[in-house]
Every structure is written in C-alpha cells, then in structure tokens.
C-alpha cells in the first residue's frame, strides 16, 4: 500500500535507491562491461546466436539475479521488484542480450500459480521459462488465447507469434481457455522460428504448438496472474528504458565535452546545452516513475496499475527521445554502423511497442481514472 500523511494523501514513499540496490547495481555493471562491451553485443547480432546464454549464466548464478523477487522459502533471493528493476536498468544501460525482461514475467506469473518446483528453477538459473503471449500485448486488455486443447486431452495446438525471450526457454506458458498450460519448448510438437525484429539483441519468436503435450493450470486467479504479470511486466520495461536514456545522455555528454567545432568544445554552444538540459528533465520524471511502479510491484500495491501504466507511456518515449538526441548530436559518427547508437535506438523503438504502446497504456490509465475515452 503507498504510505500515507494525515488525511489519507497517498504519498510515493521512499524512491531512493538503498545502499543495497547501489551494491547489486555495481556487480552487475561490472560483469556486463566486462563481458558484453557494445562492440561484442553489436558483433553477436551476426551470429545465428542472438542470447549471450553464458553471461546469463553468470548473472543467475553468481548474482542471482532470476530469484531477486523469490522469496527464500520458495527458493528465490528473498529480495523484492525493486531490486529487478535496478538490474533491469544496468541491463538497459548495456543492450545487454540476455533474457531477463521474458523471465522477470514469467517469475511474477508461476508467484501467483503455485509452481513452486518450476518457480524455483527459474530463480536459480537452472531453467528458463518465457509467457508466449504476443510482444505487443500489454496488461488492461484481455489477452487473446490462441491455443487450444485438442479434443479433451492435454494436447495443444495453436500458434502465438513475437514472443518475447522464448528464443531460448525451457518452459514456455501458454495461455488457453481453461488457464495457463505449461510447454516443454523443446517438446514434441512444438516449433520455435525467429521473427523478424528491429531490435537484433532481443529477437522475438514466433511458437507453435501442433499436438505438444502440457500440464494444465488451473484454478482462482490464474486469469488475474496473466495481467498482473505484464503490468509487472511493463514497470520492469521501465527501468531498463530509463537504463537506456541515461547510458544515452552520458554518452552524448561526453561526446560533447571531447568533440571540438570551430575552434570551441561543441558542450560550450548553449543551443546544444538546452537540448541535452530539456533530456536531463525528462530523466528525472521518468526515474520517478519508473521508481514509483517498481514499489508498488514490491509492495503489491493497489496503485501497481496507474503506476505502471504512467511509468510505461512516459519511459518508452523518454527512451526514444534519449536514443534521438544521441545519434543526432554525436553527428555523423551517430550514423556509421561501427558507433553503438543504433543499437540504443532499435532496443528504444522496438521497446515503445513492447508489452504494449504508449496509446495502449494511456487508453488504460484512462479507464482506470474513469476518464472519457
């Protein structure tokens, strides 16, 4: 629940990042600088291998940063959404090519299922599992169910296109009309394609089911844990875009303070200066919302809704204004395929459609508010 002052005023409570959040911040960052530099990230988008799975390794097992919102007795780290986010931002920060957005969704729907065997797989790192609903679907809106049984037993069939993160899942949840099945994704009957995507360090998969054997969840709030999943969801998407536009207005700065024109440090022309000031504002308000959504996911607060709805239309637009400004101003460097912008940029466009559109999160916080349409 948000704190509250004499009166009832909801507040926003404490939006700091703890010494502990600062600790995890700093083990992450240094892992990914030193094993996914944007010039090894940029050289993988090549290769037919689009997930660094050994620095996902290394994240789940040596940070544990799968089973960060787990409690211990289920498995996990005991920590809370905070903590996600702050790795979803350091991961944001870096484009870093792993699957961390598809599991943290997958972890806050087997948290409200029972799946306490699968659940704490996921938080060690022993097993990967991805929700195969389209990458554009966000919460507030039913969700399309596009698989079936066949007949009356525990075959599927059916086809879910743009999955996120299930390129390279173990498990892979399904939703269908009795509830949620889970899909061995390397299981009979099941067949992964890439699609295509702008964004080369998160493709998306296209998943079909023809006959795939499953194990039928079912049960009170299995349908509400599918929403409250992508609202979770799209507040952790908030934070690796604010990741994004600060990794993106650092580097613009610092390529400003270098970068001489005429004989004067290019940060010295105040056209350029209000620029990047106006980007620096717009920072601020999205880490705050960003922030805001990410304890109310902690707290499993009533306001998680809103919250995640503001932070997902306000973020996803900072992000690609970040990744804009930065292409623009670092010139025609910006522009070559051997300058990590581009990567910013396709991972900032391809993230304002995932898990739903800035309209789409306005179109809900309005029904929310009881606002006309």
Request: proline share 5%.
């Amino acid at each position: 629940m948000s704190a509250a002052v004499p009166g009832g005023t909801p507040t926003t409570g404490d939006l700091l990042y703890s010494d502990i959040e600062d600790d995890l911040r700093a083990s992450v960052r240094a892992l990914v600088d030193k094993q996914a530099p944007w010039d090894a990230v940029l050289a993988r988008t090549d290769t037919d291998q689009p997930v660094d799975t050994d620095l996902w390794k290394r994240l789940t097992q040596e940070i544990g940063v799968a089973g960060l919102p787990v409690p211990e007795e289920r498995g996990g780290a005991g920590a809370s959404w905070r903590e996600v986010a702050v790795v979803a931002e350091e991961l944001g920060r870096a484009v870093a090519p792993v699957p961390f957005l598809g599991t943290a969704i997958a972890t806050a729907l087997l948290s409200g299922t029972g799946e306490d065997e699968l659940l704490a797989a996921v938080a060690a790192g022993e097993r990967t599992a991805a929700l195969a609903v389209g990458a554009t679907r966000g919460a507030g809106r039913p969700v399309p169910v596009t698989v079936e049984r066949q007949g009356a037993g525990d075959l599927l069939q059916g086809t879910v296109t743009a999955v996120i993160d299930a390129v390279t899942a173990d498990v892979l949840l399904v939703p269908v009309s009795e509830g949620l099945a889970i899909v061995e994704a390397d299981g009979d009957g099941v067949t992964r394609t890439t699609a295509e995507s702008l964004d080369m360090t998160r493709r998306l998969t296209d998943v079909t089911v023809d006959g795939a054997p499953a194990r039928i969840v079912t049960g009170p709030g299995v349908d509400g844990a599918v929403d409250r999943a992508l609202r979770i969801g799209a507040a952790i998407l908030a934070s690796e875009q604010l990741g994004l536009a600060e990794r993106c207005l650092a580097d613009t700065v610092a390529y400003l303070r270098e970068r001489h024109q005429f004989g004067r440090q290019l940060a010295s022309y105040q056209a350029l200066k209000h620029r990047l000031a106006d980007l620096w504002v717009a920072i601020t308000q999205a880490r705050a919302t960003a922030r805001y959504s990410a304890r109310c996911a902690a707290d499993d607060s009533p306001d998680l809704p809103i919250a995640a709805a503001v932070a997902a239309a306000h973020c996803s637009e900072v992000a690609l204004l970040a990744a804009e400004e930065g292409l623009q101003l670092h010139g025609g460097i910006g522009f070559t395929w051997e300058h990590p912008a581009h990567l910013f940029l396709k991972r900032a466009r391809a993230d304002a459609l995932l898990l739903g559109s800035a309209d789409h999160h306005r179109s809900v916080l309005a029904d929310l508010c009881a606002l006309p349409s």
